[in-house]
């Protein structure tokens, strides 16, 4: 059964800074999809990135961008120019088949 | 953007009762789940739907628990017997054939059991 850790239970970082959130799973597939989810205080699940495994490049979205290591099973979440708004637990998912795993979450605080 | 409806936005119910929890997917996605989220703690997976038809279920998902699709856009999750652990946010989700687009979610429904 694949497994997602997220190993940051809690982290925080200035407005306008860099911040890492961490990702590592275990699978034994080759063809899998990763994903970050955002869920603010209004507890919905917004989806922040993809990545599909069989491609090398890392993923961006704006301010968003992953490091994708393949071999280490490692899928980390990098946010610049942090904002207020991205104040918000974020759950990395991994998706084989028909069924996606999440993270047990990163509570992210972005300080002013 | 289309968007996956879920409602009611809270519900709260007594121990023993039974609940619906309703949702409306995406119009053209294929693929149906339940996910639950206990207060501060992970997102759980509880079934996935596919062609009129339960295709995966975890542990959490036992005979108390039931999905349907009634009428082609409702996908509804019953709740039989309701538990005080049965307190939590349930979230819908859809995607279409493909996994290039993730899944979306719905704004979840809180169940409170008292």
């Known amino acids: 059964a694949q497994t997602v850790t997220q190993s940051q239970p809690e982290m925080s970082v200035q407005e306008a800074e860099t911040v890492t959130l961490s990702c590592t799973y275990d699978t034994s597939e080759n063809n899998y999809y990763l994903f970050w989810y955002k869920q603010p205080p209004s507890r919905q699940m917004i989806l922040v990135i993809r990545?599909?495994?069989?491609?090398?490049q890392n993923a961006t979205e704006n301010r968003f961008s992953v490091n994708f290591q393949k071999a280490a099973k490692s899928f980390s979440l990098k946010i610049s120019d942090s904002q207020l708004g991205d104040t918000a637990m974020y759950f990395c998912?991994?998706?084989?088949?028909?069924?996606?795993?999440f993270g047990a979450g990163t509570r992210l605080t972005v300080k002013p | 953007e289309p968007e996956v409806t879920q409602t009611p936005s809270h519900q709260v119910t007594q121990m023993g009762q039974e609940v619906i929890l309703r949702c409306v997917p995406i119009?053209?996605?294929?693929?149906f789940y339940w996910y639950r989220q206990i207060l501060g703690q992970k997102v759980e997976f509880l079934v996935s739907f596919y062609n009129n038809e339960i295709s995966e279920k975890s542990e959490i998902f036992d005979d108390q628990f039931s999905v349907e699709r009634p009428d082609g856009s409702n996908f509804t999750l019953k709740i039989r017997s309701t538990k005080l652990e049965d307190s939590a946010m349930y979230f819908c989700?859809?995607?279409?054939?493909?996994?290039?687009?993730?899944?979306?979610f719905g704004s979840g429904t809180r169940l409170t059991v008292v």
């Open positions: 989700a859809s995607r279409s054939q493909g996994h290039v687009y993730g899944y979306t």
């Open positions: 998912a991994f998706v084989y088949n028909n069924d996606m795993r």
């Open positions: 990545q599909e495994a069989y491609k090398q």
């Open positions: 119009s053209n996605h294929l693929y």
